[in-house]
């Protein structure tokens, strides 16, 4: 199957998103921490936006190999907080196998919890310190507690 290296997009992907911050604002830091949820809201629609896209675009230019099956939601923890990924289930037609399109993209365990961004940043955070506080400082980061 004609797949992407890891860590690259092969089709032009192009998605939008707005934020907006309303609201009764008594200091700064209440000001500063709605624009930072209201950014984090906009990057988590732009990243499903974004993965839905990249998928249908592949699907669009592989039609004679594959064909969608049927969809799933995969949960994952990205920069922007959690996300629920509407991911395609494809038929490679010449060898009848049925594959995540996530996994073609990042050919990796595509069930992982983490983004590949998250995944390296708490991969640098835990050799920099001992893994419990730097899992606190990557979910103060990313607005969501990591782990159970």
Not at 15 to 22: E, L, Q, R, S
Not at 86 to 109: A, C, E, Q
Not at 114 to 139: D, F, G, I, K, V
Request: overall charge positive; proline content about 6%; charged content about 20%.
């Amino acid at each position: 199957m004609d797949e992407p290296r890891p860590g690259t997009v092969t089709d032009p992907v192009s998605v939008g998103a707005t934020a907006a911050v309303t609201g009764d604002f008594h200091s700064v830091n209440d000001l500063e921490m709605a624009i930072l949820e209201a950014t984090r809201a906009a990057g988590r629609q732009l990243y499903v936006q974004a993965c839905a896209a990249l998928q249908d675009g592949w699907l669009a230019a592989h039609r004679h190999r594959c064909t969608a099956q049927r969809g799933r939601t995969l949960h994952r923890l990205t920069p922007f907080g959690p996300v629920a990924l509407p991911i395609r289930v494809v038929r490679d037609k010449t060898s009848g196998r049925d594959l995540t399109l996530l996994k073609v993209f990042l050919r990796h365990k595509a069930t992982r919890l983490l983004s590949p961004a998250l995944e390296q940043e708490a991969c640098a955070a835990a050799t920099e310190q001992n893994y419990r506080p730097a899992a606190r400082a990557l979910s103060r980061w990313i607005g969501a507690r990591l782990g159970p």
